[in-house]
T-cell receptor
């Protein structure tokens, strides 16, 4: 079975500092995508960043970047220069059974950015 | 792009009653997903449509749940004979494309409370 594990339920970071959120997954697929979604308090979930497994280069979107370790099946999200608006739940997500199926989400990490 | 809209935002119902939720996806999006999210957890997949065809249903979707997407536009999710365990946030998402690699656009969700 394909699974997504986020083992850190909560994290806190000082504004302007850097924080890394961890995610591991299990799959027998070779080509796939991985996603990080953000859910701010009482607001809708939005896509933060996605990584294509066949690409060697780690994806980057402004202050957000990933550290993708395919052999270790690890997909962590680094947030640089943390801002108060980054306070949210962050979910790692992975296609359950092949590229044409639905996403399976991890349990999420609650990130609090302190002023 | 008006985004994914869901109605109602909140629903309080008594156990045993039927409820129906509506989701209007982004107009050109061919895929529509329903997820359920309980407090402090990640979204759990319920079902998805490609155009008007319901392609997959989770085992979480008991026979009290039914979803439709007539004409491949808006979708409804009905829960019959509600139980307290049905209390959750019901999220709708849509995407464009054939596979799950396309980003999901989420609505604000419908929060169901069964008393």
């Amino acid at each position: 079975a394909q699974t997504v594990t986020q083992s850190q339920p909560e994290m806190s970071v000082q504004e302007a500092e850097t924080v890394t959120l961890s995610c591991t997954y299990d799959t027998s697929e070779n080509n796939y995508y991985l996603f990080w979604y953000k859910q701010p308090p009482s607001r809708q979930m939005i896509l933060v960043i996605r990584q294509e497994a066949y690409k060697q280069q780690n994806a980057t979107e402004n202050r957000f970047s990933v550290n993708f370790q395919k052999a270790a099946k690890s997909f962590s999200l680094k947030i640089s220069d943390s801002q108060l608006g980054d306070t949210a739940m962050y979910f790692c997500a992975f296609p359950s059974t092949g590229a044409n199926s639905k996403l399976t989400f991890g349990k999420g990490i609650t990130l609090s950015v302190r002023p | 792009d008006t985004g994914v809209s869901q109605d109602p935002r909140h629903k309080i119902t008594k156990r045993g009653q039927n409820v129906t939720f509506r989701c209007d996806p982004i107009s050109e999006h061919n895929r529509l997903y329903w997820y359920r999210q309980t407090l402090g957890q990640g979204p759990e997949f319920l079902t998805y449509f490609q155009n008007e065809a319901q392609l997959e249903k989770s085992r979480l979707l008991s026979d009290r749940f039914s979803a439709e997407r007539p004409k491949g536009s808006f979708s409804t999710l009905e829960i019959q004979r509600t139980e307290q365990g049905d209390s959750a946030m019901y999220l709708c998402a849509s995407s464009l494309g054939q596979g799950v690699t396309s980003p999901l656009h989420f609505g604000n969700g419908t929060r169901l409370t069964v008393t």
